[in-house]
Structures are given as C-alpha cells and as structure tokens.
C-alpha cells in the first residue's frame, strides 16, 4: 500500500465502488478501490473529499481499518445532494476521491492508559478506524471502553459489529438510545449517562468523542465531570468543506482550519469557542 | 536632457534616474520580453488595472479622494503619473483569477476520467504596484503556496511575475499602511521600484532595482545616474506620503482584544450598520476565500469544476447539515475583522491587513475597520460567552 | 428494622446523609420486587412512593393513545425512580416498568413528606439530593428533545 503521487491537490482520482451494505434506512457503507494505484496509506480520524460525477464533493471521513488491504471503507448517511447520491451508488460505479486529509485520533498518545470511545449517531464511523487500532494493540492499553448512542434501536450503527465487540473480555461496551418502544430491553436516555457506568480510571484516561456538535459539548463537560482531564480529550469537528486542504477559507473554525487543524480537536484548545454563538 | 549609456552594473539594488521616455522604453522592454504589461488606467471613473501599452495608458494627471464609503477621481493641476492611491481593484485579480476552472470530468464506458485545462500560464508585469500591495501579495504567497498543499495555478502565474512597484505619493484619503508597517515605501518583493518626481527639474522617476531581473532589465533602458538630490527629493516625498495617513490601527495586542471579546455588544452596533454585502472582501488584496461549482453539460457526458471568489458574508458560506452556522450579519462581520486582524496572526503569523483602505472607502455605508477595532479596545472588556453586562475591572 | 436502614443508607441516594436522620426514612421504607413487565407505577397514580433502584432497570416511559409506549428513560442501579412525590399534586407522570428483574426500597411519600414537614433538616437533606437530579435529567431531556441525531428539516 503506497502513496498516490498526485500532482494537484484539486484533481480527484477515479475509485471504482466495490461492496455496498446498506446499514440503516438512511447510511450505507461503501467500499472504494483506486482504478489505478493503490490506496493510500490513512490514519484513524481522517477524511476524503467524494465527488459524484457532475454533481459535487462532500467530506466523509474513512470508516475502515487502516491495517487491512484493500480499498477505503467509507460509511455516509443521506444528508444533501452529494451525500444522497453517494447512498444510492452500487458496486461498479466511479467516484472521485481526493484526500486523505486532517489531523488524526491521538492513538498513539493514549497508549498506556484507559481509552474512552464515545460516539453519537453517525459519529461511530470516524471513531471505527480508531477502535481497529486501539483493538489490534490491545496490550498497549488499559480498560478500554466503548460507549454508543443513538436515536432510536433502528438506528443503531454498526449493530453486529458492537455485538461481537461486546463479547469481548476486555472491550466494555454499553449502548443507549434517545427513545424506545417497548421491546427494547438496553438502556435510553442520552450518552452521557454511560459514563457513570463505564470502569474505567479517569486519571489519565484519553477520550475519544464523535457525534453531532451538540452531543460532542455535552459528552465532553461530562467527562470532565467525571474526572478526565480536558486535555486528554478529543473531538471530531465538522464546518462547510470546499477545498479540504486549507486554501478556500470556509471550514475556519476561530483561527483554525477544520481541514487541516482538524477535524479531530483537542477539546481544551476549543472549549471556549465551542460555546459562542454562531463562531 | 540627454540619456547616456553608463556601464552594464549587474548590483541588484542600483539606483538610477528615469525620464519619461525611459518609462516608456520600460513598458516596452517588458512588453518585448512577453510579459502582459498590466498597470493602473482609468475607467467608469475609477483608476483599475488593465493592460497597458503606451504611456498615455496611465491615469497621467489623475487623482482620487477617497474616505469611507466614498471614491471620486479628480482632475490634478499637473501630469503625474502615478498621483494617486489605490483604486477597487488589487492584483489578486490576476494572481487569483474570480473565476478559475479546475478540471473537466469526461464519461468512460466504466466511469468517468479528469483532465486539467492545457491553458498556457500567462506572464505578468504589474506596473505600479504599491508597498501595501507589495505586502498583500507576499500574504497571498504565505496562503496559497507556502502551506502543505500548494494552489498549482497561483504558483505558475506567480512564477514568472515582474513588478514594478512604485512608491506612493499621495496618501489616499483611507490609507493606514503606517499604523501595518507596509509602507509607503516599498522595502521587498519588487524588481523595480518607482519614485515619480515631478517639480521645477522635471518630470522624471528614481527607479530602484530590486532583483536581478530588476537589474538586468534598468541597465538596457535609457537611464542617468541617480543624483543626490533626486535621492533625497524621493524620500522626502516616501516621508510626506507616510505623515499625511489618515486612519490610524492600533495593532498593540489587537489579536488578543478581538479574540477574546467574541460576544461583545459592539458587533450589534456594526451589525445594524453591515448590509453583509461582502464588497469589503471582494476589494481586499488578501482575501482568498473562494468556492467551488460543479457542472455538467446537458449530454451528461462533461462535468467541470470551477472555482470562484467566495465571501465570509453570503449566506451559505458557513452551510453544513441544512444550516448556515453564521446567520447573522453580526457573527459573519465578526467572522470577517477577527480573521482579518486577529486568527490570520496564528494561521499565516502576520496580520491579513494592509492598511490600503479599500474595505472603508467601497463600504456603501463607510464602515471603517480601523474604528470598529478602536470602540471593541475603548470600551469595557466583556466577559465571554455571557451576553450580560459584567465589568471584570480589569481581569 | 436495622437491616434495612443500612440497606437503605448504603443506597448512592441516601450518600452522606446525617446519621440522626437514618431512623426517620428507614422508618418509611419496604423492600419491593419487580418481575420484567412489571409495573412500579402508572401515570397518574397518586405519588405515594418513591422507589431506590438497588439492581434491575426500569423503563419510564408514555403510552399515547393508539400507539405503543416510547420509552424516554431507563433507570438502573443506583438510581431513584420518582421525585413527583415531593411536588404537589403528588402524582406520577409517567409509567415505570420493570425490565427484567429489579429489586427496590420503596419508601412511602406520605410518611416521609409529613416527617419532612415536621423537621426541616430532613427536608433540606431531601431536597438537595432531588435537585440536581432533576436538574440532570432536565439536561438530558433536553438534549433528547434537540433530536441530535435526526436529520435537519431543510
């Protein structure tokens, strides 16, 4: 697996879709494979910028595990124009891919210690990659904690996979939804609540917190609360992408760029700015 | 006055004396190179830049008044050349076109293949190019080609690029490049550089080589050695120009101030002012916000990526997930002065502003970036995040 | 009645509390199972009891009519279930059903309500244990209601 050489940061490169699976009524996961070349190398947290033919780009970060061959697995919900197109793509059409770009998940820094994965909605995706990693060094880190929310049961993402990960001995997994019928048996109420319930030494723990903004500011405050230090923990920020590489102005965030600042932040640098009105 | 031929001097910052005939002789030097000659002229009352060929080309006996929110050209009672400040236009119109196609995407029976346009770069001379611009285009060239990810485009045409800068003397009615450190006298980044003189000894320029090229091309014109008289003429001009500013930043620990006073009740003075018109960012020669279009002919068979200028103040600017973060003309104002003055210093190191005036005078209600910053510092510190009124005294 | 007091005060409710004060709520408590679908209570049922969850979860949730019930909250070890007794009209808002199988401390509101009355040390104590509880859960609530989530109307 080598690094694409590309000339100009503004062309994209043609991916052929290979696998799609559609997760729930709304995302599907796709996998892509460069028509020539190989894929390039990624880090857990990372982005690609998707062009459907004659219709436009959109950001969507790599849900796959950076240690296996093949193609990028990219999962995207359908939110727009492109992000719609995208979910109704199926095995043997063409997109565009320009990336991989940003800043990644601190993996690496966290290793030695407990590790918090707290994800919201569709924000396991960014986290998936980093759960991989985190996964196939296990004895690199103590109690490792996944903590997931979500609307509602059928929405859950990635249900067989969080499943065989609960199985596991030394992966803690807990699961709540906004809202339930009757047949639900887990937990509802929002993500936040798990972390109460999470076994894990904030002291020192690195978390990991993906999902919509307002659950990110929410999650954070309160694994403050519990005793995680607000520089151990990151977040996945999101703004309006055009060029992805730090030169169209628009994913500006305060004095950062989104695309190359970010996504993946560390919470204290931004607490502050998180909280303003309209930043 | 005769020009005599001195001997070829390779220095690179000689200093000579140009007539009028060797300005002409300059524009046609670089015309011959294949350079397009682009320098100021006027039109639809304005002094813009555009191509230039003759020295009947140039604003000769023109002047601006300029103040916020108002731009006239006025007849001058002499023939200078270059007796006037900025007008709307900055070179970034060249150097970062409005409106730039990427790449074309062309149906395959299995997909689709991108090409980029095979559009020969063109090579400009930008004749007349003032210190703060010299400054701006030195941001731009921080932005677009010394990040990780270069603009390819910006790169080429900057490549070739021959400047002529000259050296102001007129202080334009909304000019502050003395409070930015960015002139009036042009220090870096030209090859050659202009002081017109114009008194009872004649009409005549110091020129100035600032480069090499700059060098080699003044030793083909015709020039005269610079005397001491026409040296210290020019910087009594540089002298005059820098005394006669008309704004004044305080730039003492502006980044902070903005940064820290996000909340401040000052942006809903400015916001009921601000039509979000974006003109500011459109005359700016630092702004480089641009967006992208992606068509498609009818056939379906062609798609295309084009790229324009963009601004802070539309609408969609800041769009994600059905919404614009920044619906407010107050938050995108704030948005636009606190990158301006303030996050540009932690992305690119230096301020994004020049002091060139040109956002106050095409402002079509005369907001003045220098006393928008001046009432955020003049009035109390407010707390963070809170839209009440809580005097810290000081913390 | 000893055995239950230290059941009771070992509840995370009940931490840190005046130890003359024990008695007086232990004196209200009783022991409480629930099998799975069982309910604790019903909205609209008089508020007389607040229940210490010691193991289990309940899930409180609104049945509209015509419709299955949506479930808003589950409570689980360590947590109450009911603070309506303590505001008037003293009456449950909500249904509360067993999970699977929980064991509770039900403790009678009238009992307590009336103690609390009488001795304002209690109710203080009382009071500030609800309170941020309700205060959390109106956070949450909220953030439920925001549908972070859901897709945004365009």
């Not at chain 2, 990526?305 to 995108?332: L, M, N, P, Q």
């Not at chain 2, 095409?362 to 955020?376: F, L, Y």
């Not at chain 3, 629930?34 to 209570?41: E, H, I, S």
Request: charged fraction near 25%; include cysteine.
């Amino acid at each position: 697996m080598g690094a694409a050489a590309v000339a100009d940061p503004f062309v994209p490169l043609p991916y052929r879709v290979g696998r799609v699976r559609r997760e729930t009524r709304d995302i599907t996961t796709l996998e892509l494979t460069p028509v020539a070349g190989d894929r390039p190398d990624f880090q857990p947290g990372q982005f690609n910028m998707l062009y459907v033919f004659g219709v436009g780009e959109v950001a969507i970060s790599v849900s796959g595990d950076p240690a296996v061959d093949g193609g990028y697995i990219h999962t995207v919900r359908d939110v727009g124009a492109v992000s719609g197109a995208i979910a109704k793509l199926h095995a043997g059409a063409t997109v565009g891919v320009r990336g991989p770009y940003g800043t990644p998940w601190p993996v690496e820094a966290a290793d030695g210690g407990d590790v918090v994965f707290v994800a919201g909605g569709l924000g396991l995706a960014p986290l998936r990659p980093a759960i991989y990693h985190v996964l196939r060094r296990r004895d690199r880190y103590g109690r490792v904690v996944l903590l997931y929310g979500t609307r509602s049961p059928a929405d859950i993402l990635f249900r067989q996979e969080l499943e065989r990960w609960r199985r596991r001995l030394d992966l803690e997994v807990l699961v709540t939804v906004d809202r339930a019928d009757a047949g639900w048996r887990g937990d509802v109420g929002v993500v936040p609540r798990l972390i109460g319930r999470a076994g894990f030494d904030p002291h020192g723990t690195v978390g990991m917190v993906c999902g919509p903004e307002v659950m990110m500011r929410f999650t954070a405050t309160a694994l403050h609360d519990a005793g995680v230090a607000n520089d151990h923990i990151y977040v996945s920020m999101e703004r309006n992408m055009k060029c992805a590489i730090g030169l169209c102005g628009h994913c500006q965030f305060g004095p950062d760029f989104v695309c190359k600042d970010g996504p993946v932040m560390r919470y204290d640098r931004i607490a502050d700015i998180l909280t303003v009105r309209e930043i | 006055m005769a020009d005599v031929e001195p001997p070829i001097t390779m220095q690179e910052n000689m200093q000579a004396t140009l007539s009028r005939e060797g300005l002409r002789a300059l524009i046609e030097a670089l015309a011959a190179r294949g350079y397009q000659v682009l320098g100021p002229t006027v039109r639809d009352g304005a002094i813009v830049y555009d191509e230039i060929a003759k020295l009947a080309d140039l604003p000769a006996g023109w002047t601006d008044q300029q103040d916020a929110g108002r731009y006239r050209l006025e007849r001058r009672t002499d023939e200078a050349l270059f007796g006037y400040a900025v007008g709307p236009q900055s070179w970034r119109r060249f150097l970062h076109p409005p409106i730039e196609r990427m790449w074309q995407a062309h149906r395959t029976p299995d997909g689709f293949t991108v090409t980029t346009p095979e559009e020969a770069t063109p090579k400009f001379a930008f004749l007349g190019v003032r210190s703060c611009e010299l400054h701006a285009i030195a941001i731009q060239d921080k932005v677009l080609i010394a990040g990780p990810y270069v603009d390819t485009g910006y790169q080429r045409r900057r490549l070739d690029n021959f400047i002529v800068a000259v050296n102001c003397g007129e202080a334009g009615g909304t000019c502050f490049c003395v409070s930015m450190n960015t002139g009036p006298k042009a220090a870096a980044g030209y090859d050659l550089a202009l002081t017109e003189l114009l008194d009872d000894d004649g009409h005549r320029f110091l020129i100035e080589a600032g480069s090499v090229a700059g060098a080699e091309l003044l030793a083909t014109l015709p020039h005269l050695a610079a005397m001491p008289e026409d040296i210290a003429a020019a910087d009594a001009v540089v002298a005059r120009t820098a005394g006669s500013m008309g704004p004044q930043l305080d730039t003492a620990g502006l980044k902070e101030l903005l940064q820290s006073n996000p909340t401040h009740p000052h942006w809903d003075d400015v916001a009921a002012r601000c039509l979000s018109c974006g003109n500011c960012t459109m005359v700016c020669p630092t702004c480089f916000c641009t967006t992208v279009e992606d068509h498609s002919d009818l056939t379906g068979q062609t798609a295309e990526r084009v790229r324009k200028w963009d601004s802070c103040f539309t609408a969609d600017y800041s769009y994600i997930h059905g919404g614009s973060v920044r619906t407010e003309t107050k938050s995108r104002y704030r948005q636009w002065i606190t990158h301006k003055l303030a996050s540009w210093v932690d992305q690119f190191g230096t301020s994004g502003c020049v002091g060139c005036g040109r956002c106050m005078t095409w402002c079509p209600v005369g907001i003045d970036i220098t006393v928008e910053a001046a009432a955020i510092r003049a009035a109390p510190k407010r707390s963070r995040g809170t839209g009440q009124e809580t005097d810290h005294g000081g913390a | 009645m000893e055995g239950l007091e230290r059941i009771v005060l070992a509840h995370p409710f009940f931490a840190g509390l005046e130890a003359e004060l024990g008695p007086l709520i232990s004196g209200c408590a009783r022991n409480h199972r629930f099998d799975p679908g069982q309910y604790l209570a019903h909205e609209g049922d008089p508020a007389d009891e607040f229940f210490l969850i010691r193991h289990g979860k309940v899930a409180l949730e609104i049945l509209p009519p015509g419709q299955q019930p949506i479930v808003f909250s589950t409570e689980g070890e360590g947590a109450i279930v009911g603070t309506s007794w303590l505001v008037p009209p003293y009456r449950w808002r909500f249904d509360a059903r067993a999970v699977e199988l929980t064991r509770a401390i039900g403790i009678d509101a009238r009992c307590l309500r009336d103690k609390c009355e009488a001795d304002p040390r209690l109710g203080y104590a009382m009071m500030k244990r609800i309170a941020p509880i309700l205060a959390r859960r109106l956070t949450e609530t909220r953030m439920q209601i925001l549908d972070v989530y859901g897709k945004r109307a365009k």
